[in-house]
């Protein structure tokens, strides 16, 4: 249990320290922006108590709020994506009962499980993110190409280095 919890604090500064030096400086043609640090909010262990994901959750954006000078945008972006969470896992897998500990991996359920998992979740960080950063609906199709792209570039990210981590298993039902 210490050894995953020290895991998890080692994922969370590498993911911020990679947010805040490199990928806060991309920006790809003004539209795409990506968020790797979101891949810690993924790879949570699936039957991680509620009040544990959202604190989490609260910490990562915070931190990540602090360093962008968004105040407050990633934390209530994060939050949603974490409050989402158990019911998207729910929704793509048709079940709720898990081993215990179960971290979300490829060699979990496989590679269409995860694509859609991940896509999903960045999606409505990324749709949450850029409204809440315009606070309009004026330009709303421009604000949901940049969240679309956002969420494709992000995701591309994250299966790759999802990728270096952890071998994709036979695709199951």
Known sequence: MKNSIFHFLLLFVVLVVLQIT???NVGIGGYANPSVYLLFILLLPIDIKGWVLL??????GIVIDMFSNTPGLHTASTLLMAFVRPWAIT???GRSDFDPGSIPLFSFRGQRWMFTYIFLLILVHHVALFF???F???AFFLTLSKALISTLATALL???GMYLVDK?????R
């Not at 604190?55 to 990562?60: G, I, N, R």
């Not at 994709?168 to 199951?172: D, G, M, S």
Request: hydrophobic share 60%.
């Open 136 to 138: 309009h609906f004026q």
């Open 168 to 172: 994709p298993a036979k695709t199951r």
């Open 55 to 60: 604190l989490c959750a609260f910490v990562l």
């Open 22 to 24: 490199i990928f806060n």
């Open 132 to 134: 809440l950063e315009v």
């Open 91 to 93: 929704l793509i897998s």
């Open 158 to 160: 994250i299966i790759i």
